[in-house]
């Protein structure tokens, strides 16, 4: 029996407003490959595409599936007994396949990347903001742990202080086509208070920061949000700046 209307907006609610009580992962899908994925057993999950369009087939007999745009919500339904199911996915020109297996996990946010289709994407995302507004909306694409339309996620383990008094350990990394935003957990190691202010961590090539708590007590923690120019950009940006321009005009005569 499917959950009703009501339940599931219920779900839907919980699932992106509390950040605690889902985990997100990014998966990359090749045409001819099945994909096994973890997902919640009993909770309501959530498999992103890139790009809206997507469609959905399985012979399942135990999924219960909605899609809304790029968006595909699954839910293993209850009173059945879990095993692993398969889930066929047309998005762009390709098909791909994927193995759902239930965990007794929370809920679980797949990030679904295809290579040939993300860039573009992060491309048409990131120039349809104004420069200011695509800084902010990133950041707060970050703090809600879903990635903007193309970025790939990378989750990443790297401690990387700067003061004796915080430790900073790199969680997460998006990347889009220009822009890049880093995940910073902050944990106050000193025996006193710290007080942090975005400008402390601006350093050449970063071009926006926020920081979540601006005040951190002995072993108190907090998220800092990063963006900066993608390698590929500053790589094309330093190739056009050696060119010579009088050179463009002598290719073009």
């Not at 469609?55 to 879990?82: A, C, H, W």
């Not at 289709?117 to 902010?136: C, M, R």
Request: charged residues 25%.
């Amino acid at each position: 029996m499917k959950i009703g209307k009501v339940l599931w907006l219920a779900a839907l609610f919980f699932l992106f407003l509390c950040k605690d009580t889902y985990a997100l992962s990014a998966v990359t899908l090749t045409e001819g490959q099945s994909l096994f994925v973890e997902l919640s057993e009993r909770n309501l999950n959530l498999i992103r595409f890139p790009s809206p369009g997507v469609r959905v087939y399985t012979s399942s007999k135990i999924l219960d599936v909605k899609i809304d745009e790029g968006n595909v919500f699954v839910k293993f339904m209850e009173g059945q007994p879990p095993a692993p199911q398969e889930l066929f996915f047309i998005a762009g020109s390709g098909v791909y396949s994927m193995i759902l297996v239930p965990k007794g996990i929370p809920s679980q946010t797949i990030i679904v990347r295809i290579p040939k289709e993300d860039v573009s994407e992060a491309l048409n995302w990131e120039t349809s903001h104004s420069y200011i507004a695509g800084l902010k909306e990133l950041i707060k694409a970050m703090y809600e742990e879903r990635p903007p339309r193309g970025f790939s996620v990378k989750e990443v383990s790297e401690e990387r202080s700067r003061w004796k008094e915080l430790k900073g350990v790199l969680r997460r990394i998006y990347t889009g086509a220009t822009l890049q935003g880093d995940l910073y957990e902050l944990t106050n190691v000193s025996s006193d208070t710290v007080r942090l202010i975005e400008n402390e961590f601006y350093e050449k090539g970063v071009l926006a920061v926020s920081v979540e708590r601006h005040e951190l007590k002995p072993g108190e923690k907090t998220e800092a949000y990063i963006v900066k120019k993608t390698k590929a950009q500053k790589e094309i940006e330093n190739i056009i700046q050696k060119q010579n321009p009088l050179d463009i005009l002598k290719g073009e005569k």
